[in-house]
């Protein structure tokens, strides 16, 4: 368990989450995380460092998804690294809807290097 409440605002909570990682304490901070998508499930910042904080633990399933609602959330104002993200977890999760956004990333940002990694390979 956190040995702190879920703070008050989304700003402080991704910054608390990230002193977490920072210090090695996962565990408290997916704990923080679940509270903060109870508190904020829609809040961008909040969707983005669980997203990414579900990527580190390999969580790939709920890393699509969360990161999904954030790309979602985002539309065509979502960037690169976001995008290169999603595609990476919906691959690890096994989830066919990689290529399609894959697609879509590529045509959003066609010169990102990370991003045309993260989409080699799929079908498009």
Known sequence: MSDAPC????????????????????DH???????????FPDEE???????LLALVREDW????????RLVKSQGERASAYTLAMTVRALRCAGDPAASALARE???????????EQACAGLDG
């Open 29 to 39: 901070a997916w704990t923080l995380a679940d509270q903060g998508l109870e508190r």
């Open 7 to 26: 703070p008050a605002d989304a700003d402080t909570l991704r910054a608390s989450i990230q002193a977490l990682v920072s210090e090695r304490r996962l």
């Open 61 to 68: 399933p709920r890393a699509a998804e969360l990161l999904g």
């Open 105 to 115: 990333a590529l045509r959003l940002h066609p010169d990102d290097a990370m991003l």
């Open 45 to 51: 910042g909040v969707l983005a460092i669980t997203g």
